[in-house]
């Protein structure tokens, strides 16, 4: 039987300072793995030599993520046409396109469209923080959830005949790593509680909320997959704090070449860590 999987993210660049791994080593297994990307990126920060040769920042950051997903020898990527919100308080959330302003039924309508279509057994998206508190990665932690539900509703109306995949998981970011560095901060005398750019990010949060690990797939054999893929993303590697703390947090990810899963749906029976997601 075919096995497949689709990830559902929010921006160009998730997929590869996320789970990229992970969506790597089960491409190279010979696993059909499709990938939603909500928005083109357009609230990102780039530095004006980037954009030589692009009309805009969304084209530039939609040709790295084709790149990217080149080089995670993952399937042409499926582009939702929303726009990116900011992170809380930020001029791009009134934008009428902007994802956080969209009907949330229409973006899990969507979504569900596509899991029927592709008919994955396995769904991942970002855990219900959004890893680290981006608006736009909460909501499409909740329309991919909703989406997972919707797609073999017979009572959903939709293009293609309803599925039901087999699990749904979200992709959580090791707390203790987040821990260490909140202790880390404070002994360098900075608050992080206002980590980022834009102070907007509170790592002691992110340091308190704790999903459960139902699967963990080391990638060890595939990171050089990831780390090309992430290069890719030039546009994102900049100075900026918030960028550099996305990076951060993909080098932490990256550090043991582990991504941990927490298993939504169905709930699991076991206390026990699997190794593989179709398991
Ligand atoms: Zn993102």
Known sequence: MKRTILSVLAHPDDESFGMGGTLAKYAASGVDV???CATRGEAGEVDPEYLEGYSSIANLRVHELNCA???LGIEPVRMLKYRDS???GSADNQHPQALINASLDQVAGEIADTIREIKPQVVLTFDPIGGYR?????FIHEAATKAFKLAGDPEHPGNYPPFQPERLFYHTIPR???????RLLKRLGKDPTKYGKNHDIDLTQMAVD??????????AEYKDRKVAAAACHVSQGGHGLTRGFVRWLSWLLGARSVD?????IPEPNSMSIKEDLFL
């Open 34 to 36: 499709h990938l939603i």
């Open 69 to 71: 997903v080149k080089e």
């Open 86 to 88: 900011g992170m809380t």
């Open 134 to 138: 981006h608006p736009d990665h909460i």
């Open 176 to 182: 203790y790593f987040i821990q260490f560095n909140v």
């Open 210 to 219: 704790e999903f459960p690990v139902h699967a963990r797939i080391n990638y």
């Open 260 to 264: 941990q899963f927490m298993q939504a």
